[in-house]
């Protein structure tokens, strides 16, 4: 059975997903398109690579997480070892280690560039801070004058997992602009895109979503006191809300919700107890999921009643312009 899958962002919990695919697979579901934000991203880009569950549940087992923090000369400086360089480079850590580790991983299923993978098969959202704009890799890459097919799949992980403050910005240099772009999460501009592989009329396969928090609920009120707390209101509202309206509407139906509240995003020191948590989540979610599915019935639901309106529309895009004819 085929089948469109999107990964939501939230950071090391994002292991949750591999019990929810464990139990994918053991149903026949096959993936013909993929897509993720942040975290979701490395679980979408390992699965167009024809990575199994399995070989995906092995890797994340043996990674060492703290690794993923990568430590400058700056780090090491004592009592300041974070405020500098976060002063400095307007990140404490460097992202550059999770793009060599990913890089080597597709490399092992001779996977490099986009270009390597059937068309279509594989989306990365990021978040360009410079201009404002989400990133669609590599469909937008035409907007900055690089060839989709041979841009490297690593880097738009990187981009899509730097999150803000915690990781230094990746500074995107492309040819067709003097100055970098500052590229950022992709959960700023979409944490969950579950729209993304929508289209106009009846579904020929369904897409499931999957979500890294328990099933939607009323959210409590969150305390402001002070500059601290507004930018954390802020930053999770930036995370949240935009995705919200998808949820609220024909999208929970059809998406995955795994209950990881117990575990943060920024937990770099898991410990097997917690991988294992997040994994056992991930299995019987899915196996939840699955038990009222109905692909008929879905589209009984929600597909003959309205017309789905174009994405374009919903955010305010633009057309995109045509395409540079030489690309870098």
């Keep these: 059975m085929e089948a469109d899958a999107v990964f939501e962002g939230g950071g090391v919990k994002g292991i949750a997903f591999v ?27 390992l699965l167009a690579c024809d990575y199994r569950s399995s070989e995906i549940k092995a890797l994340m087992e043996s990674l060492d997480y703290n690794q993923l ?12 070892n974070k405020t500098v360089p976060l002063m400095m480079k307007s990140g404490i850590y460097s992202n550059d280690v999770l793009e060599r580790i990913v890089e080597k991983w597709l490399e092992n299923k001779g996977i490099r560039c986009f270009g390597d993978l059937p068309e279509g098969k594989l989306s990365i959202i990021a978040s360009n801070i410079s201009n404002g704009k989400m990133v669609v890799f590599p469909d937008d890459l035409r907007d900055y004058g ?35 772009y500052y590229m950022l999460d992709g959960g700023l501009l979409s944490n969950y895109p579950i729209w993304l592989f ?8 369904p897409t499931f979503g999957f979500r890294l928090s328990a ?8 305390d402001i006191n002070g500059p601290f707390s507004l930018f954390k209101g802020v930053f999770k509202t930036m995370l949240q809300a935009h995705d919200q309206r998808h949820v609220d509407k024909h999208s929970e139906e059809r998406s995955v919700f795994i209950p990881t509240e117990s575990v943060a995003t920024t937990k770099f020191d898991l410990t097997e107890e917690d991988k294992q948590t997040l994994l056992q989540s991930g299995r019987i979610a899915a196996e939840q999921f699955l038990r009222k599915w109905d692909f008929e019935e879905y589209k009984r639901k929600f597909r003959e009643k309205e017309a789905k309106e174009p994405v374009h529309d919903y955010f305010g895009l633009e057309e995109r312009e045509q395409e540079p004819t030489v690309y870098h």
């Excluded at 990568?70 to 300041?80: E, K, S, Y």
């Excluded at 929508?198 to 396969?205: C, F, K």
């Excluded at 939607?216 to 969150?222: E, F, G, N, S, V």
Aim: aromatic residues 12%; without cysteine; positive net charge.
């Design 198 to 205: 929508d289209v106009a009329g009846m579904p020929r396969w």
């Design 19 to 45: 019990g929810g695919i464990e139990v994918m697979e053991s149903k026949g579901y096959v993936w013909k398109r993929l897509a993720g934000t942040s975290a979701g991203s490395i679980v979408a880009a």
């Design 69 to 80: 923090l990568g430590r400058t000369w700056m780090n090491q400086l004592p009592i300041l």
């Design 146 to 180: 690089l060839s989709p097919s041979r841009f490297s799949i690593a880097a738009a992980v990187r981009m899509s997992t730097t999150l803000p403050y915690f990781f230094q910005p990746y500074l995107w240099k492309t040819p067709l602009d003097k100055q970098p």
């Design 215 to 222: 099933r939607r609920t009323l959210a409590h009120a969150r």
